[in-house]
């Protein structure tokens, strides 16, 4: 009777079944082997076990940082063997590439098989030592994300525009991307290989995609601690996502789950700040706001440069299409009107707030001598937008109500 069902019910079934629940089920008769046997199945399964890495390419590929894929999927067709046994042949490409995955995820080695230590002893070693070198990299990873970001932020401040530095920079994320995938070929759900990736598109401004990778670490946080509680370790990861966390120095005497918690909550900080950013760009209403900058993200959008023409010409008395010195004081102050108003005059918060952004405007106005251009306005607004939106956006709330008035 059970043989009768149509193929797409076993396949339905076999994608809540365990690996070996699956397997097992080859072992009754040749049907169920030729329905099972099927690569679109194992690849669905590989996909669902050990992640997406198409995909976390491709996220990285719009994000502007190019991966070699042949570098990083070691379980790829290019990288099974030529030489195959007899069980080998008789699953089809798919199997075979999943059963790689698997005993390296899982730590399966005919050394540990054959060894006439205890293998579960032998297994918790090899356990360690993968936590050591994997939270080493993740480590490397971090102490680079902070370098790239200093380097960034003296760049910004020389206000430079040297494309073979960016090339370098996007170069040296594509680098670091590519250790962190790397890692995730034994670790494909350590949240903190999300939590990075993340980070670093996060960097590069691409809040979308950011968004993206910071859901799945999430979500892996999430089912982690869904399974502590309930005493299901379907991923069986946990211990060893558990031991790379107190490598990290994240807390060595926490429990298991207050490591995932707590990487969790580190995750959302990140999630919701880039979140906060994109609202911020597109704007709140839609009906009345309008985005900061073109979907490519490489120049203001138009409705704002025709209200920074206008702001532009409010400001220029002498009306030369330029601001001076004097005339570029009123524009700091006006926008920072609300500050002096509810704040001291002796208040450091207002003071820091209007020196920033005559610093800021001064470093456009170095290009024209004395003088700031609408272009070098424009150029401002639009470096303030990428790092900053909702300072951005609440500018605009100020000159929109001026230009009401």
């Given at each position: 009777m059970i043989s009768n069902l149509p193929e797409e019910i076993f396949h339905m079934v076999a994608s809540h079944l365990t690996t070996s629940e699956t397997l097992n089920l080859f072992l009754i008769n040749h049907r169920f082997l030729n329905i099972l046997n099927q690569n679109f199945l194992w690849k669905r399964k590989y996909i669902n076990d050990f992640g997406d890495l198409e995909l976390y390419i491709k996220l990285l590929n719009d994000a502007g940082i190019p991966i070699d894929e042949k570098e990083i999927d070691l379980f790829g067709q290019n990288h099974l063997p030529v030489s195959i046994g007899s069980e080998t042949k008789l699953y089809c490409r798919e199997l075979n590439?999943?059963?790689?995955?698997?005993?390296?995820?899982?730590?399966?080695?005919?050394?540990?098989?054959?060894?006439?230590?205890?293998?579960?002893?032998?297994?918790?070693?090899?356990?360690?030592?993968?936590?050591?070198?994997?939270?080493?990299?993740?480590?490397?990873?971090?102490?680079?994300?902070?370098?790239?970001?200093?380097?960034?932020?003296?760049?910004?401040?020389?206000?430079?525009?040297?494309?073979?530095?960016?090339?370098?920079?996007?170069?040296?994320?594509?680098?670091?991307?590519?250790?962190?995938?790397?890692?995730?070929?034994?670790?494909?759900?350590?949240?903190?290989?999300?939590?990075?990736?993340?980070?670093?598109?996060?960097?590069?401004?691409?809040?979308?995609?950011?968004?993206?990778?910071?859901?799945?670490?999430?979500?892996?946080?999430?089912h982690e601690e869904y399974?502590?509680?309930?005493?299901?370790n379907s991923m069986d990861i946990d211990e060893m996502s558990a031991q790379i966390e107190k490598k990290l120095h994240i807390n060595e005497n926490t429990a298991d789950l207050g490591i995932i918690l707590k990487k969790k909550n580190e995750i959302m900080a990140l999630y919701q700040t880039v979140e906060s950013h994109i609202k911020n760009m597109r704007g709140t209403n839609p009906s009345e706001d309008f985005p900061l900058v073109t979907k490519d993200h490489k120049q203001l959008d138009e409705r704002f440069i025709l209200l920074l023409k206008r702001i532009f010409g409010k400001f220029d008395l002498d009306n030369d299409n330029y601001l001076n010195l004097e005339e570029l004081g009123y524009f700091v102050t006006y926008l920072n009107v609300d500050n002096m108003i509810t704040c001291p005059v002796s208040s450091m918060s207002t003071t820091s707030s209007i020196q920033n952004t005559f610093d800021s405007l001064i470093t456009q106005l170095k290009s024209f001598e004395t003088k700031l251009s609408f272009a070098g306005l424009c150029r401002f607004y639009f470096d303030q937008s990428l790092e900053d939106p909702e300072e951005t956006r609440n500018d605009i709330n100020k000159l929109q109500l001026l230009l009401d008035f």
């Open positions: 590439r999943y059963k790689q995955r698997y005993t390296k995820v899982h730590l399966i080695s005919p050394t540990m098989l054959d060894s006439k230590r205890n293998s579960k002893d032998l297994l918790n070693e090899e356990k360690t030592k993968r936590a050591d070198s994997v939270a080493q990299t993740l480590t490397r990873v971090k102490e680079g994300l902070l370098d790239i970001e200093n380097t960034l932020s003296q760049k910004n401040n020389k206000s430079e525009n040297n494309v073979e530095h960016i090339n370098d920079i996007i170069g040296f994320f594509g680098h670091l991307s590519t250790t962190v995938l790397l890692a995730m070929n034994e670790f494909p759900w350590e949240p903190e290989c999300f939590h990075l990736l993340g980070f670093i598109c996060y960097m590069l401004g691409s809040n979308e995609v950011a968004l993206e990778f910071l859901k799945i670490g999430v979500a892996v946080c999430e399974s502590h509680r309930n005493d299901n």
